[in-house]
């Protein structure tokens, strides 16, 4: 059977391990604003920040392959630190015609942009252990010092919307780091390095004072998106989202008025 060419009117896919990829949703909405999204919450799998390997590279190629078959996709956004890093180049290979943009820590803009020349990056287990983040981390050796703090439980936390808990969590991963500020010695440039971590920056700020940069990659992978896709949807009205979930649909449907104001159907999504 002759597969259908890709047009415009196609769905970019976007998955992440639960709600943190919404984050990145935001940003591609606000890039392009015509295109459709079908956007996968694999809540029912997570974290993939604590887990090995084996299961994020399993789970991302299962939800390639219904985002493909089910959806016909025209370009995938791995809307997830953890899962770019262990299964982006798996993805590539198995998928050459499908282009796929990931999301990895901001380490280059921040870079850019302290003046300390210290960095904080917080970040999962899984995404801080991995190849292509030491590589990362070694491409720009010289020019800054990276504080690397895995922050387990954080994302789980920010997922099912426990406020106690991730303000607790921030508190203990930002201490752990060291001072921050914008004084010689001091970390003044902080790297959100899981798409779940833009959810809890008004906590973060609180706590660590308005001097201190936040930075998350949204922009950029939304910019990313628009550069890589074969056809952009164009016309007067603005595309669609389709929600779909592993886990509980109220969770993803609350979180989604919530940080976008996105009112649209959430499915349960049976794997
Ligand atoms: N949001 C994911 C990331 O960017 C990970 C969260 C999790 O551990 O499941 O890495």
Not at 39 to 64: F, L, M
Not at 204 to 214: M, S
Not at 240 to 257: D, I, P, R, W
């Amino acid at each position: 059977m002759a597969t259908e060419p890709y047009s415009s009117k196609h769905p970019i896919g976007v998955f992440d391990s639960g709600i943190g990829g919404l984050s990145i949703l935001r940003a591609l909405r606000l890039e392009l604003p015509h295109e459709n999204f079908v956007y996968v919450a694999d809540s029912g799998h997570a974290p993939y920040g604590e887990r090995d390997d084996s299961h994020v590279i399993a789970r991302a190629r299962t939800i390639t392959a219904y985002l493909q078959a089910k959806h016909h996709i025209k370009a995938l956004v791995m809307a997830c630190n953890t899962a770019t890093a262990a299964a982006i180049h798996l993805l590539r290979q198995a998928h050459p015609e499908l282009p796929i943009i990931g999301v990895e820590p901001a380490l280059k803009p921040a870079v850019a942009q302290s003046q300390t020349r210290r960095i904080g990056v917080m970040a999962t287990r899984g995404t801080l252990g991995s190849v292509k983040f030491r590589s990362l981390v070694e491409s720009l050796a010289g020019q800054a010092d990276f504080i690397c703090q895995p922050c387990d439980g954080l994302a789980d936390a920010i997922e099912h919307q426990d406020a106690i808990k991730t303000i607790a969590l921030c508190q203990h991963y930002t201490r752990a780091m060291g001072a921050f500020g914008t004084q010689s010695g001091q970390i003044d440039t902080l790297v959100l390095g899981c798409t779940h971590y833009p959810f809890a920056r008004d906590h973060l700020i609180q706590q660590l004072g308005p001097d201190v940069r936040l930075i998350d990659n949204g922009e950029p992978v939304a910019r990313q998106t628009r550069r890589v896709l074969p056809q952009l949807a164009s016309g007067e009205t603005l595309g669609q989202c389709l929600l779909l979930t592993t886990g509980e649909a109220a969770f993803v449907k609350q979180a989604a008025q919530h940080w976008l104001g996105l009112e649209c159907r959430v499915d349960s999504l049976i794997d």
